[in-house]
């Protein structure tokens, strides 16, 4: 299917697993299993000051997981048709994030950390950085689809 068909159903949050111990827990994720894609690089916020929002942009060819490692910060989702917020609060949950998906993530807790792996190098061309471009392909995909 061509990915600037993707929903928000496209869209999903997966449970990482969770090593518990006494002294603290551990989440491990590897290429292509829990992280549905290869992993070719990391990034991630912080020192974000409380209430910031970040990152209001879609990706062509990038898809990418998104995950709170401390504090929480709410995911703001959109594919043209609806819109979703999902807070992400918790080190072994993960936000996979399709192609063509509208992300903002909004709403940071002071001291917020989130880590995003991402299917491909920083390539600037690849963004969407414009929402009102980003509703127009989506409304003109829409039409013809
Ligand atoms: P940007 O994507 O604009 O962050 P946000 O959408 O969260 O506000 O990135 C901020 C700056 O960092 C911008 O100048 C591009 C640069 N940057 C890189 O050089 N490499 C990267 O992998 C990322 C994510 C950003």
Known sequence: MDKILNTLN???LINLNKIENSKGNLTV???NKEVPFSVKRVYYLYDVPGGETRGGHAHRKLEQLIISLSGSFDVLLDDGKERRTIKLNRS???LYVPQYVWREIVNFST????LVLASLPYTPEEYIRDYNEFISLKKNINRVA
């Open 10 to 12: 496209d869209t999903k």
């Open 29 to 31: 994720v590897h290429n």
């Open 92 to 94: 072994y949950l993960g």
């Open 111 to 114: 001291g917020g950390i989130c």
